[in-house]
């Protein structure tokens, strides 16, 4: 059967939704791939109330019933536990039909998801996949030890620099920029700390933040800090703003405790901006200190301050960096790199 018979449906979050499974999932309707394999997008969550969220998932499943018959590959997106839970009466179904099904697992923790209490479902949607798809060789490792599955069913497929760069010009300052949610996850108060310690030394710089979150709680640090005119905080960002903070911006900084592969990061790549960043998640697959980005351990505020200082002081630095950042962008994690290697996994399994 050739890829032209193939057909997929995509269980995922709704296009509305902020975050990354509904930034790569959109990224595949817009390559070559969603047409090749005929994909379906069933959305099956959106944030909002309970009635909002309740809603989106029995319009979701009446949808996926009424379409399921008709396609060979059920290709289902997941991460925490509500989203886990959500997807076990999709996979029941599937199985009941006999519908080869992927499994895409793109959660931060394992502490939240395959080692909590809620074990049990994991187990459930792991074992009767076809196929897992996981973000890093960390996440591999972690699934296969914990279930006792072989490498030949849990695959690693890298998220794909989603972002479309602009051909808007806009003139760089010299700021290092943060985007995300604005969580203790992501470590925004670290990334606060650091730069207080070096803030000083360098007054013409400062830090922005790009994303939703404890805003508040973060500006309050700034002015303790002393650090408040040189913090910015922009909220959401899209479109346009976003393109604009992005080249606005000199460096690039998540400072996370936990990752599945960080969104944020890839459209620094895309950018051309040099990181800096904590080796968790996928990006240990990557990572070459001092060549592709700088590192530091999480929490390590003092590390953190070192390495911004040597990219602010260095532009020699900053710009051997971003030339690496770029060659990712556009080799292992480009659109068509990811696209052609889920093509071969579903010719695969169908």
């Known amino acids: 059967m050739g890829k032209q018979k193939v057909k997929v449906l995509v269980i995922a979050t709704s296009r509305k939704t902020r975050g990354g499974i509904t930034s790569v999932v959109k990224a595949y309707e817009n390559s070559a791939l969603w047409n090749d394999f005929h994909c379906k997008w069933i959305e099956t969550h959106r944030d909002g109330g309970v009635f909002t969220k309740l809603s989106y998932l029995v319009k979701g499943f009446l949808s996926f019933l ?18 886990a839970l959500r997807k076990v009466m999709f996979m029941a179904v599937s199985k009941l039909l006999g519908k080869k099904v992927i499994v895409h697992f793109h959660s931060f923790s394992v502490d939240t998801t395959i080692k909590s209490k809620y074990k049990w479902v994991y187990r459930y949607l792991f074992g009767k996949a076809d196929c897992m798809l996981v973000l890093s060789k960390y996440w591999q490792d972690e699934i296969c030890k914990t279930f006792e599955f072989g490498r030949d069913k849990v695959k690693v497929l890298y998220n794909p620099c989603t972002t479309e760069v602009s051909k808007k010009d806009y003139a760089k300052k010299k700021g290092i920029l943060y985007a995300g949610t604005v969580n203790a996850r992501k470590g925004y108060a670290d990334m606060i700390n650091a730069f207080a310690n070096v803030a000083d030394k360098h007054r013409d710089w400062s830090i922005v933040f790009a994303g939703n979150g404890e805003i508040e709680e973060g500006k309050a640090l700034a002015t303790r800090l002393g650090i408040d005119k040189q913090t910015v905080f922009l909220g959401w960002v899209r479109g346009d703003d976003k393109d604009k903070a992005f080249k606005e ?27 800096v960043t904590t080796p968790v998640g996928g990006i240990p697959d990557i990572a070459k200190d001092g060549n592709n980005c700088l590192l530091f351990n999480p929490g390590d505020i003092n590390k ?13 630095l900053r710009t051997d960096i971003a030339k690496e950042s770029s060659k990712l962008a556009k080799g292992i994690f480009s659109i068509e790199e990811v696209t052609s290697r889920l093509e071969d996994i579903y010719m695969t399994i169908k």
């Not at 996370?256 to 459209?267: H, N, R």
């Open 66 to 83: 009424a379409n399921v018959p008709y396609y060979d590959i059920v290709h289902i997106h997941t991460s925490e536990p509500p989203s």
């Open 249 to 275: 911006a000199s460096v690039f900084c998540l400072p996370s405790y936990a990752e599945g592969f960080p969104m944020g990061v890839l459209d620094a790549w895309a950018y051309g901006l040099p990181v």
């Open 304 to 316: 953190l301050a070192e390495q911004m200082d040597k990219l602010i002081t260095s532009e020699k």
